[in-house]
């Protein structure tokens, strides 16, 4: 049964549902914190080692294994009965979107091999990392 609405894996989900979940795991204000950016620093501080990795291991494998890693690491948090594994969890999450992340613009290039059509992968990829960043924000407008 998942109890933490916040197990989501978006920081958006996180701030709309931080006092329930809070309140479920009985976390103080410091934990609180953890919460909204333990996502964040699972991203950098393994999004330059996963660009090195993809390079390494193939984009493919880094990908598929982020992917998995972000759903393992979100029942993680959905299921935590505790504040550390739901923190584990968040910074997983953070690890596992970095692993995503980083690839991406490779496969879109090994993909769409036309330079036309390239750039419109391109393109399209980054409007909709652009139109996601309002809802990822952490602090409201």
């Known amino acids: 049964m998942f109890r933490h609405p916040a197990g989501t894996g978006r920081l958006h989900g996180a701030l709309t549902t931080l006092a329930p979940t809070a309140a479920a795991l009985h976390i103080g204000d410091s934990a609180q914190t953890w919460v909204l950016t333990g996502t964040l620093i699972g991203l950098a501080a393994l999004l330059l080692t996963s660009g090195s990795a993809a390079d390494d291991y193939g984009r493919k494998r880094v990908f598929g294994a982020g992917a998995v890693l972000l759903v393992i690491s979100t029942v993680l948090s959905a299921a935590a009965p505790d504040t550390a594994l ?4 968040r910074v997983l ?29 391109l393109g399209m990829w980054g409007a909709s990392v652009g139109l996601a960043s309002p809802w990822a924000r952490s602090t409201p407008r």
């Open 93 to 121: 999450q953070g690890c596992a979107a970095a692993a995503i992340l980083a690839p991406t613009l490779g496969l879109i290039g090994h993909a769409y091999p036309e330079p036309a059509k390239r750039v419109r992968a």
């Open 86 to 89: 739901f923190l584990t969890g």
